[in-house]
């Protein structure tokens, strides 16, 4: 997440241009990646922990550690940076980002940034997808003549097919008690559990009573055992329902 000194404050749509190239020619190179908060999303930690080998929880136990949101209490995991002087990312080596082709959203999106908002429209709510520039000031890949779109940009770093798998998990970020009440040390507990420990949110599924409680048809529960992103899919029809956004799950008849 970029301090807000260095976003310029100006609204970007998929059309606007700009020009910037980052590679080991430039001076600054991987000085972005030192001293930052990068928020990770779950398709991020389902992509890293696979590239590294490693179930969920012993990726989060790693190289991870946990906030909340102070304007929606929501648990978020965040990469956790080394103790040395720069706070150097666990991952990044003066050659460059060591797990490149399955690294973060954040990091495929620099130097854009890329939110959501909650707008009123005469069809009701609607999420909108903006985009604004991250301008560092040791940053010299504006410098460079390669020019883009937003929507180039997206594309050749990858980060579109990641928006389409964190799009509907973004959107439960936005989300708060309709009381206004912070979320309780139980409902956090569980919201982590199903964005990112996965592999535990799994055994919480198929070894706990869960399905004692919930009537769950086993061709999904076949997709959720074989497929992690259908896995995922189904940690945000969770999240739903703990957060009362919608009945996502209906109980057992007893």
Not at 3 to 28: I, Y
Not at 66 to 87: C, F, N, Q, V
């Amino acid at each position: 997440m970029p301090s807000m000194k260095d976003v310029e404050p100006a609204q970007l749509t998929l059309k606007s241009r700009f020009k910037f190239r980052c590679h080991p020619g430039v001076k600054c190179f991987t000085k972005c990646c030192s001293n930052i908060n990068i928020m990770l999303t779950p398709y991020d930690i389902i992509r890293m922990k696979n590239r590294l080998g490693m179930t969920s929880s012993e990726f989060l136990d790693k190289y991870t550690h946990m906030d909340i949101d102070p304007r929606t209490s929501h648990p978020m995991a965040l990469i956790k940076m080394l103790k040395d002087e720069k706070k150097s990312c666990p991952f990044v080596t003066p050659e460059g980002c060591t797990i490149y082709s399955d690294r973060p959203a954040n990091c495929r999106y620099y130097p854009i940034g890329q939110g959501t908002w909650r707008k009123s429209t005469e069809n009701g709510i609607v999420n909108e997808e903006f985009y604004f520039f991250i301008k560092e000031s040791y940053c010299l890949g504006y410098q460079e003549d390669t020019e883009w779109t937003v929507e180039s940009w997206r594309k050749d770093q990858g980060v579109d097919i990641c928006d389409e798998m964190n799009r509907e998990w973004k959107e439960i970020q936005l989300r708060k008690d309709p009381t206004g009440k912070p979320l309780d040390p139980g409902q956090q507990s569980q919201i982590y559990l199903a964005s990112y420990d996965l592999d535990t949110f799994k055994k919480f599924i198929f070894e706990s009573k869960f399905l004692d409680v919930f009537d769950v048809p086993d061709d999904e529960l076949e997709k959720i055992q074989k497929d992690e992103i259908a896995l995922m899919k189904f940690g945000f029809k969770y999240i739903k329902y703990i957060l009362l956004i919608e009945e996502t799950f209906k109980l057992k008849k007893k």
